[in-house]
C-alpha cells in the first residue's frame, strides 16, 4: 500500500507485514451530551472503496463507548454534482460482497453544502438524516 498523505503510516507499512491494516480516518465528529459520534473516510472522485476499508469501518459502527454513546460510521465519496454517504453497519462474518456493509445511502447535491454539514453536526445528525430518507422515499 502506498501512504502518500501520512508519513507514519508509510513508516509503518514498509516495516511490517503485508497482513496488517492501516487507516487514516478522516474525521470523528463528537460533541458532549447524548449526540451520536460520527466518524467518517472520504474518498475523491478517483478513490475507490475496498472491502477492507468497510470491514474495518464497520467494526466501529454501533460500538458503545463509556459514556454509552454510539460510533456511527460513513463513508462519503465525491461524484460529480453530488457527495454519496454511505451508513455502515456492523457485520459479523467477513463477506467480500461491498452490499453487506451498508446500511442506507444518502445522496447531497454540492449545491446543497448545508445538508452535508447539518448531516455531520450531531446535534441535527438524526433529524437531518430523517429528512434525506423521507427525500428518498418519495422518489
Known amino acids: 500500500m502506498n501512504y502518500y498523505n501520512n508519513k507514519i503510516n508509510k513508516l509503518i507499512s514498509e516495516k511490517t507485514d503485508d497482513k496488517r491494516t492501516i487507516m487514516d480516518i478522516d474525521g470523528l465528529i463528537t460533541k458532549y451530551g447524548k449526540y451520536p459520534i460520527l466518524m467518517y473516510d472520504y474518498k475523491s472522485k478517483n478513490d475507490t472503496t475496498t472491502v ?7 467494526n466501529f459502527s454501533n460500538v458503545k463507548l463509556n459514556d454509552n454513546r454510539n460510533i456511527k460510521t460513513f463513508i462519503i465519496s465525491e461524484k460529480e454534482n453530488e457527495y454519496i ?3 455502515l453497519k456492523y457485520v459479523k ?5 461491498k452490499e453487506d456493509y451498508i446500511k442506507n445511502s444518502y445522496n447531497i447535491s454540492k449545491e446543497q453544502n448545508n445538508i452535508l454539514i447539518d448531516f455531520f453536526s450531531p ?5 437531518t438524516k430523517e ?3 423521507q427525500q428518498t422515499s418519495i422518489i
Do not use: A
Open 52 to 58: 477492507n476499508t468497510l470491514r474495518q469501518l464497520s
Open 85 to 87: 454517504i454511505t451508513e
Open 93 to 97: 462474518e467477513y463477506s467480500k460482497n
Open 123 to 127: 446535534e441535527l445528525h438524526l433529524k
Open 131 to 133: 429528512l434525506l430518507q
